[in-house]
């Protein structure tokens, strides 16, 4: 049995192709009532009051949920501070914040009448929707500072400020140093799936559904909020249709239970797609940062000063602020480093985790201004990161050091690019390279069951949203117990029968969960072994275990065989459990050092059309350090898929606000992704496999590396084709056409 | 002129009369009414192509219709598409070709690619990715859709 | 959606009928495309949605008569772009047609629903407009045909009074070789609402004529006073005066998500320079063969 490094079909995939699969929507819960939101038509409003009579006389209609109807005080949650409510309480903070949610027999009963419950409400002028707007002086406080406990910014808008570097910058001289500003925009999830929940009394307890990335974390938010033990709390977790992080967080889970309850039924809240883009987004960000170089073009030292701007509630944000910011120097030898990253409040849609986590961001400032440098140096660009590029063991954070020939990654890149071949007019090249930190920290746990007919049940707690997770721990199962991949059957997505997982995050699943899997099958070896040595009177130190075989000093045997002999007559089966535990690290300024790190060069070659400013991707490369590919295909897929969205979020996404705080482009007709027809003409993903990582048979996380630092790359070709710096994103022809209007002078 | 009429309508190769709300859409009726939960929603304006259904032929977005509008017609949707011997060819070609990441664009992308298949039995990456642009999918697994039509075209020609 | 009535006349007479008694809580149902969205979103609540597609006088159809290509008012996108003759008269028309929406769109979508909807974008008007398309419509007192330019009227507004409804556009097969090119600008490659659409055509004399949507409250047709622009001749960097002639209807939204006014009035140069060309192409083309 070969199966690591197989690529073969996805499980889960007939549900797949053949419409089978159940996502969150396809569930049909007998008796349920049907859920319609209620929300205003701006960011900030009070609250003065809610008339739900004319709607609880449409006919279906049960109830109308506010915030008056719910616990005093308002129950509150969230994974880093507890601020997100139920519903909306007194004031809204964010455009789509619901303020009443209606539950009825129908959906057309739930939508008429949601259009009936009458809000009295005041708009509030003052709204913060942007860094300014939340920095200045006289800014009304996004939260109530009662909420903040003894934070010492509670009378500000700033959630914390993160400090992290070494060395001190202002000792460091250097020939050239280099500043300037750049922006991320506001980009949204837009998974294919919209959000949606769904909840059931069971017994003493209470069942809820989700599209959740983490079902154990809303596990636990739920017994908390609900005041039950774990055990009466179950979650199911369906396969999500698409996740990238905006997933990871439970939203109006707590609010469909609190309406199931009261209901005594269950209760359905299927968001549109609309509703969705309202609920999850990226985090803004302003970035300044300054370099210093020798005249060689060595750093002497980096100063960054990040500017997050987060939603109304904090959801996983203040985090993506620490965790971005601790590498956001990237995975460069720099003597001295100094990094401020701020978390800000606003009246805009919560931020949330989002493929890259912060990085994207960061990277896009760092790597545009090392060219910046290299430009002013006269040092070609790949040479000034190959100069400074941490190497194989060495530190590159003080705790950190790279895990991986980042070199082979960053040539290879330069390699499939063609990076010094002649360039035909109106084109550009341009390379990148990023570094995103895995898990800090971690725990999961799974069972693994040999059947006695020498097929597998693998319990796992990660959710398979996409990425393959089914794939990789049947392959694993596979390669450790001879088991068939056709006969294993991935368990998930259901907290009463599946382990405890920490979470499905920063690319943690193979490595972490992978890990927990091939335990619990190593358990199973040892177990068969045992039989082993007591069926042919072996010594248990005697026998070998190899890829399901088992290996006698005079004979081998498959592990099923001995199993199935061992067990006969009566049957039944092995059990093997595995944990896998990251602890934490109460010293390390992250909590834990990273497990494994996503490294990614990313080169772009464009083509300009000088008139229109319209970008043509002519060809596009990522080449990522993934240890090893332990499945190839999938490798790939997150590989293309990761740089399709990069390119979006470089080329169009972003979300437009008007001055009241709404998202004017909400939605699939104006907030525009790559279709089929706007790919690179040539799009490369490759990877580098040294087997040089933590998770089974040396594998490193995948799945973000290849959106790490899309937008430098790509800015890079298009400055090279045009001459012009573009310093926000995303880089739209429009605003293409525009730099090139601009006179030598940036005028 | 009523609130609900009464349709017929061949779907997935199965005679049904329906009655159905005027008001409801294509989409709505084959989630909700007859459990054809295969065929997806997300935008409902006609731009990412969940919902994609073949209608007389031709690929159309279900959530843009009134389930009256098929009065007469035959629809299939992706639980029509599997054939008595397994997966039809295209199927199977997602399957092989690592198609399917999330799967939940997946139901409209097969029935933008068979149709397409049905019109031009051979046809170009160009002529792929133009067929299937009105199908959005965010794990942007083009690359792996467009091979995959091309494998079922090649398949079905052999 | 709110709940209305459904009807399905067979006949235009029944049809007609529906209108006048129901007037603007009456809304015509084609392809639906448009309609099924303001239905959803409640920006329209009609009484009485009347589906016009078991009229067997509207059925598909693109016929040749009287010097016409008749197109009939259930015609979908992809019938027109596939059309033979209409490829061979009108090839600017099947450019139009052939980037509404997707191709689940254009399966739907109708060149009658198109232009009746009042979008300022429509693709589909500009090259109506410089192919001189003339809209048949039906109401209680029969027929009238109305010239594309004034049929169209505003944002949501046509020439259409109550109780009328079209039946087909026609257009006049030219007699001598005549150039048109459709372009338009938007924000991707993939399907995507345009911020300009724009024709170009030119006639054997070479006098030239522009027409251009999604840069005000309707698409403007615009003939060429100077007389240079057809001219095969004279570079493209000497037409921008004459150009800039044409576009003095452009009045862009300052509101719009797609395109800033700036961007829109400068591309509205480099798209017509571009139409202009392909369109002087293939005149020449048609002149040689």
């Given at each position: 049995m070969n199966a690591v490094g197989s690529s073969p079909r996805r499980g889960g995939g007939y549900g797949r192709v053949t419409g089978h699969q159940e996502y969150l929507a396809d569930i049909k819960l007998p008796d349920a009532l049907h859920v319609k939101l209620v929300t205003l038509e701006c960011a900030r409003a009070r609250i003065n009051a809610i008339d739900s009579t004319e709607a609880e006389q449409v006919p279906g209609v049960h109830f109308v949920m506010t915030?008056?109807?719910?616990?005093d005080p308002m129950p509150r949650f969230g994974?880093?501070?507890?601020?997100?409510?139920v519903i909306a309480v007194?004031?809204?903070?964010?455009?789509?914040?619901?303020?009443a949610a209606v539950a009825a027999e129908t959906k057309d009963a739930a939508e008429e009448a949601a259009l009936l419950v009458k809000v009295d409400y005041t708009k509030l002028?003052?709204?913060?929707?942007s860094v300014a707007d939340a920095l200045a002086p006289d800014a009304v406080l996004?939260?109530?500072?009662?909420?903040?406990?003894?934070?010492?910014?509670?009378?500000?808008?700033?959630i914390d400020e993160k400090h992290f570097g070494w060395?001190?910058?202002?000792d460091q001289e250097a020939h050239l140093v280099v500043e300037d500003s750049f922006q991320f925009p506001m980009v949204t999830h837009f998974a294919i799936e919209p959000h949606g929940f769904m909840a059931a009394p069971d017994g003493d307890g209470i069942e809820v559904w989700s599209t959740i990335q983490h079902p154990y974390l809303l596990q636990k938010i739920m017994a908390k909020m609900l005041d039950l033990?774990?055990?009466?709390v179950r979650v199911h977790a369906p396969d999500?249709?698409?996740?990238?992080?905006?997933?990871q967080i439970p939203k109006f889970e707590p609010l469909v239970a609190f309406m199931a309850l009261r209901a005594g039924r269950p209760v359905r809240l299927v968001l549109s797609l609309d509703e969705t883009f309202q609920q999850v987004r990226r985090s803004s960000a302003e970035i300044r940062v300054r370099a210093g170089f020798t005249a060689?073009?060595?750093?002497t030292f980096m100063d960054i000063e990040t500017n997050f701007l987060v939603g109304a509630y904090v959801d996983i944000a203040d985090r993506v602020v620490s965790k971005s910011s601790y590498s956001g120097a990237g995975p460069y030898r720099i003597p001295a480093v100094k990094i401020i990253g701020r978390t800000i409040l606003s009246h805009t849609t919560p931020s949330t985790a989002f493929r890259g986590f912060g990085i994207p961001q960061i990277g896009w400032a760092r790597e545009s201004l090392i060219d910046e440098a290299a430009l002013q140096l006269g040092i070609d660009r790949l040479q000034i990161r190959l100069l400074n590029l941490a190497r194989y063991?060495?530190?590159?954070i003080p705790s950190e050091e790279?895990?991986?020939d980042w070199e082979q990654t960053v040539r290879t890149a330069a390699k499939r690019i063609g990076w010094g071949d002649p360039l035909p007019p109106n084109r550009g090249r341009g390379i990148a390279v990023g570094l995103k930190s895995g898990p800090t920290t971690g725990l999961s746990y799974s069972t693994v069951r040999l059947l006695y007919d020498g097929s597998a049940m693998v319990y796992a707690g990660?959710?398979?949203?996409?990425?393959?997770a089914r794939t990789i721990f049947a392959q694993i199962t596979a390669e450790e117990?001879?088991?068939?991949?056709?006969?294993i059957t991935v368990v998930m997505g259901d907290t009463s029968v599946v382990p405890y997982d920490q979470?499905?995050?920063?690319?943690?699943s193979s490595v972490l969960m992978g890990t927990a899997v091939q335990r619990a099958c190593f358990e199973i070896q040892g177990k068969v072994r045992a039989m082993a040595a007591k069926l042919y009177n072996v010594?248990?130190?005697d026998i070998k275990v190899d890829q399901g075989r088992l290996l006698l000093p005079d004979r081998e045997f498959s592990v099923v065989d001995v199993m199935q002999e061992a067990l006969a007559p009566l049957g039944g089966e092995v059990i093997g459990n595995g944990e896998m535990r990251k602890d934490?690290?109460?010293?390390?300024?992250?909590g834990g050092t990273a497990a494994f790190f996503e490294f990614n060069c990313t080169a772009s070659e464009v083509e300009v059309d000088?008139?229109?400013?319209h970008v043509t991707l002519v060809k596009h490369v990522t080449v990522g350090?993934?240890?090893?590919?332990?499945n190839p295909l999938q490798v790939t897929m997150q590989d293309d898929g990761a740089a399709i969205m990069g390119l979006g979020h470089t080329l169009m996404e972003h979300y437009i606000f008007d001055n009241e705080g709404r998202?004017?482009?909400?939605?699939?007709i104006d907030y525009r992704i790559l279709t089929s027809?706007?790919?690179?003409l040539d799009l490369h993903s490759e990877s580098v496999e040294?087997?040089?990582?933590?998770?089974?048979?040396?594998i490193k996380g995948v799945?973000?590396?290849?959106?790490?630092v899309t937008a430098p790359a790509v800015g890079a070709a298009v400055r090279e084709a045009t001459g012009k710096i573009i310093r926000?994103?995303?880089?739209?022809p429009q605003r293409v056409w525009e730099a090139l209007q601009e006179d030598e002078n940036g005028s | 002129m009523n609130r609900t009429l009464t349709i017929e309508t061949t779907i997935n190769g199965r005679r049904r009369s329906l009655d159905v709300?005027?008001?409801?859409?294509l989409l709505d009726v084959l989630r909700d009414?007859?459990?054809?939960?295969?065929?997806k929603e997300c935008c409902?304006?006609?731009?990412?192509?969940?919902?994609t259904v073949i209608i007389d032929g031709r690929p159309m977005n279900?959530?843009?219709?009134?389930?009256?509008?098929?009065?007469g017609s035959e629809v299939t949707t992706?639980?029509?598409?599997?054939?008595e011997e397994g997966l039809s060819p295209l199927q199977g070609a997602f399957l092989d070709e690592g198609?399917?990441?999330?799967?939940?664009c997946i139901p409209g992308q097969l029935m933008a690619a068979t149709a397409l298949l049905q019109q031009n039995p051979d046809p170009t990456v160009e002529e792929i990715q133009e067929g299937l642009a009105g199908n959005l999918c965010r794990c942007a697994g083009y690359e792996q859709i467009t091979k995959a039509v091309l494998a079922a075209a090649r398949g079905v020609k052999q | 959606m709110n709940r209305f009535q459904y009807a399905r006349p067979e006949t235009v007479g029944e049809a007609v009928a529906l209108l006048e008694e129901h007037g603007d809580d009456a809304r015509l149902l084609a392809g639906g495309t448009d309609l099924v969205i303001e239905l959803r979103n409640r920006w329209v609540e009609p009484k009485v949605v009347i589906d016009l597609k078991r009229i067997p006088d509207l059925a598909p159809a693109i016929v040749e008569r009287d010097g016409f290509l008749s197109i009939s008012a259930s015609t979908v996108m992809t019938d027109i772009a596939e059309d033979e003759r209409v490829q061979r008269y009108f090839p600017a028309l099947v450019e139009s047609a052939v980037v509404v929406g997707s191709v689940q769109i254009r399966a739907r979508a109708t060149m009658a629903g198109n232009i009746c909807?009042?979008?300022?974008?429509?693709?589909t008007a500009p090259p109506l407009l410089v192919y001189d398309a003339v809209v048949v419509v039906a109401g209680s007192d029969g027929e009238r045909r109305v010239p594309i330019d004034d049929f169209i009227v505003g944002p949501g507004k046509?020439?259409?009074?109550?109780?009328e409804l079209v039946t087909a556009i026609e257009l006049p097969i030219p007699e001598r070789p005549y150039g048109a090119a459709y372009t338009r600008l938007t924000?991707?490659?993939?399907t995507d609402l345009a911020s300009i659409t724009l024709c170009a055509g030119v006639d054997a004399d070479g006098q030239a004529r522009i027409a251009y949507g999604s840069v005000g409250p309707r698409a403007f047709l615009v003939e060429d006073?100077?007389?240079?622009?057809?001219?095969?001749?004279?570079?493209?960097?000497?037409k921008i005066d004459s150009l800039d002639q044409i576009f003095y209807r452009a009045s862009p939204?300052?509101?719009?998500?797609?395109?800033s006014p700036d961007y829109r009035l400068a591309m509205l140069r480099v798209l017509g320079a571009r139409a202009l060309e392909t369109a002087i192409g293939r005149l020449t083309k048609e002149l040689v063969s």
């Open positions: 915030a008056a109807d719910l616990p994974p880093q501070f507890q601020d997100r409510p007194g004031e809204t903070k964010y455009h789509g914040e619901p303020v002028e003052d709204g913060i929707f996004v939260q109530d500072p009662a909420l903040r406990g003894a934070s010492s910014f509670a009378q500000t808008n700033i060395g001190d910058i202002d033990p774990l055990s009466k999500p249709g698409g996740g990238f992080g905006g997933k060689e073009g060595v750093f063991k060495e530190p590159f790279a895990d991986g990660t959710s398979d949203m996409g990425q393959g117990l001879g088991v068939p991949l056709d006969d979470q499905t995050s920063a690319s943690r010594d248990e130190g934490k690290e109460p010293d390390h300024p992250l000088m008139e229109t400013g350090d993934v240890g090893k590919a332990l998202v004017r482009n909400i939605g699939a027809m706007d790919l690179p040294n087997a040089d990582g933590p998770g089974p048979y040396g799945s973000e590396g290849s959106l790490l926000d994103l995303p880089l739209t | 709300a005027v008001n409801h859409t009414d007859i459990d054809l939960t295969g065929t409902v304006v006609g731009e990412c192509g969940a919902c279900s959530c843009l219709m009134l389930a009256v509008e098929i009065d992706v639980e029509g598409l599997e054939l198609a399917t990441q999330c799967g939940f | 909807n009042g979008s300022p974008a429509a693709d046509t020439a259409l009074q109550r109780g924000r991707r490659r993939g006073e100077s007389g240079i622009l057809g001219d095969s001749t004279i570079p493209s960097e000497d939204s300052l509101k719009s998500l797609r395109a």
